[in-house]
């Protein structure tokens, strides 16, 4: 009996010892040596707690998520009551993208203990990455009524994050409101007069926004977002020079930031200031060598720019005016018909009116003279001739300009849009493929499940005047068991289209479709640019380094998500949300709204 207890004794000091020399390499950040050892530990006793959760922390820093879920798992088996756990499994099924079971990890943990703050806090931050926002917002209000102490960091917290997702349902009166509350209750956080004078600069208050953000300069001079910001909201406004001192403050605050060099080179390409933009691309270089957004910049600010005019000339036959004149007014009425329904009423009733009379007053000039000469002067007939050349020649050509004009992102381009679901193209890059239509580019669809009805997605691809679109009809959830299938497919097209620019989802799209997409288009796009869009299910993590303005498309990109009127009543596809997300985008490049996408590849 003796021999048996000390036999347990051992034992126990042997994996005791273990568990604590992994614990002390875990702590040095020796993750591989801590894994090893832990193992040994839990080798010995299985049911040792301790030794299971710094396992499971030892996998989460080697970034073992897999191996990291399943030793959580084990504790929780052993006891469910150790809400940790709970939230640490949660956060990692996060990480992998699986939002669906990380709301239920924490709905687990919160049926075991419902006023528990943190599990609270947790599954509302997840709600929002499942774009989950009412429910979200719901749960950081009920953190707030239960949290007495309002100024305590849980509080701190809650206010931020129902003030985030106020902001991302597109409600920015209240996510101002929440702000303010906050700021009352922590006046002393330069974070959140930064993230107010963010939402402000949204609600297009610039002068608002500066004054907040000043007072976060003044909270804290070294808080380098502050002034990344301010230079966000002059380039809004057009202070060039004031965000360029802006970004000048954010640089000798973190030199090393290649962001800070490439906003600062933007603004002073945006004002001609070249040799400037070249001197703090060249910096940006320094630091990254292969950044594609600095490259693409520095290509731009060195190429050779040459500028012609036309001269005045002045002898030229009516006639042949005239006939210039009319080739001018059809060709614009016939080929820009929806692009001219899309104008101002008023440049529309000069297309529709004032140049068909000026037409008629000048037909009536050249064959009714010889008739009107009898009560009319014919000096005072041929000034009127000329100025109703002049004013229609004039009015044509800037008809002719505005619509003609070509965006140099879209020359000889051949534009494929690929997405999961018949409304992804819509939602990620909608404005980008009508405004590469009305550029002149040749534009394509390839969809890969049938969402919705399909009357939807048709008035949605007439309405976009897309040259095709493809619908495949795979099953939702299960399109990488048929990624061969899905490559072969886009290949076809790439080939048959001859694109030489594919926008599709992103890698780190936390939907399972999404990924699958982006997978079988970068293999089957070897020769082809990719830029991947942003849509509901990319997290935050997105990072854009290509922005296109759609300040001028933003309605027709509302029309286009109306269109799916049977995913009307989710949150994300509201307009306020649309707009909202667009806004934001536009801030970072200086126009009033953009999508944003991130570079795979570009091609020249």
């Not at 207890?5 to 390499?25: C, K, M, P, S, W």
């Not at 049911?47 to 399943?70: N, Q, R, V």
């Not at 919705?452 to 048709?458: A, D, I, P, S």
Request: hydrophobic residues 40%; glycine residues 6%.
């Amino acid at each position: 009996m003796l021999s048996i207890l000390l036999a347990a004794l051992i034992v126990q000091a042997t994996y005791l010892d273990l568990f604590d020399e992994g614990r002390v390499l875990l702590d040095q950040g020796k993750y591989g040596e801590a894994e090893k050892v832990l193992i040994e530990s839990s080798t010995v006793n299985p049911a040792h707690l301790p030794t299971l959760k710094a396992l499971g922390e030892a996998y989460t820093k080697e970034g073992k998520h897999s191996e990291a879920i399943e030793q959580y798992r084990k504790v929780l088996a052993i006891n469910e009551k150790d809400f940790d756990v709970w939230g640490r499994l949660a956060e990692l099924y996060l990480r992998v993208g699986e939002h669906g079971k990380a709301v239920e990890t924490y709905r687990g943990g919160l049926q075991l203990s419902p006023d528990h703050l943190g599990l609270t806090m947790g599954m509302a931050q997840a709600l929002v990455w499942s774009h989950n926002y009412e429910e979200a917002e719901k749960l950081y209000k009920k953190v707030l009524w239960r949290d007495f102490n309002q100024k305590s960091p849980i509080s701190h917290l809650a206010l931020k994050g129902l003030a985030k997702t106020y902001a991302l349902q597109g409600n920015l009166p209240d996510a101002v409101r929440t702000l303010d509350r906050a700021i009352e209750l922590f006046p002393d956080e330069a974070e959140l007069y930064k993230e107010l004078g963010i939402v402000l600069a949204w609600q297009k208050q610039f002068q608002q926004a500066l004054t907040t953000l000043e007072r976060a300069v003044e909270i804290s001079p070294d808080y380098v977002e502050s002034y990344r910001t301010m230079g966000y909201v002059y380039t809004s406004m057009m202070k060039y020079k004031a965000a360029a001192d802006a970004y000048t403050i954010a640089i000798g605050l973190e030199p090393d930031n290649i962001e800070n060099h490439l906003l600062i080179a933007e603004v002073y390409t945006k004002v001609g200031e070249r040799a400037m933009a070249e001197k703090s691309l060249t910096s940006a270089l320094k630091i990254d060598p292969a950044n594609t957004r600095a490259l693409t910049l520095y290509r731009e600010v060195k190429g050779d720019y040459t500028f012609f005019t036309v001269d005045n000339i002045r002898e030229i036959v009516e006639l042949c005016i005239f006939i210039f004149i009319l080739g001018i007014v059809f060709f614009t009425y016939q080929k820009k018909k929806r692009l001219l329904r899309r104008r101002h009423r008023l440049y529309t009733y000069f297309v529709n009116v004032v140049l068909p009379l000026l037409l008629v007053v000048t037909l009536a000039s050249y064959f009714g003279s010889a008739y009107i000469v009898y009560w009319v002067d014919a000096k005072l007939i041929e000034d009127i001739t000329e100025v109703s050349l002049f004013i229609a020649l004039g009015i044509s050509c800037f008809v002719l300009l505005w619509t003609e004009h070509r965006s140099k992102e879209f020359n000889d381009v051949v534009v494929l849009a690929i997405g999961t679901h018949p409304d992804d193209i819509e939602l990620g890059c909608g404005g980008t493929m009508m405004k590469a239509k009305d550029n002149g580019a040749p534009i394509y669809g390839l969809s890969f499940t049938k969402g919705g009805e399909t009357l939807q997605y048709k008035k949605a691809s007439h309405y976009m005047e897309m040259n095709d679109h493809w619908h495949h009809n795979f099953r939702a959830g299960e399109l990488a068991e048929s990624l061969p299938q899905i490559q072969t497919i886009i290949e076809e097209k790439i080939r048959d289209v001859k694109a030489t620019m594919v926008l599709t989802h992103t890698n780190i799209d936390i939907q399972s479709d999404h990924k699958a997409v982006f997978n079988a288009t970068v293999e089957a796009a070897a020769h082809c640019s990719v830029l991947c869009y942003e849509d509901v299910s990319t997290p935050r993590e997105f990072m854009a380094d290509y922005f296109v303005d759609i300040s001028g498309y933003i309605e027709d990109k509302l029309k286009l998500i109306n269109f799916h009127k049977s995913e009307d009543s989710r949150s994300h596809m509201e307009p306020e949300v649309i707009k909202g997300r667009a806004a934001h985008r536009g801030l970072q490049c200086g126009v009033d709204y953009a999508e944003a996408f991130s570079i795979h590849k570009i091609l020249r």
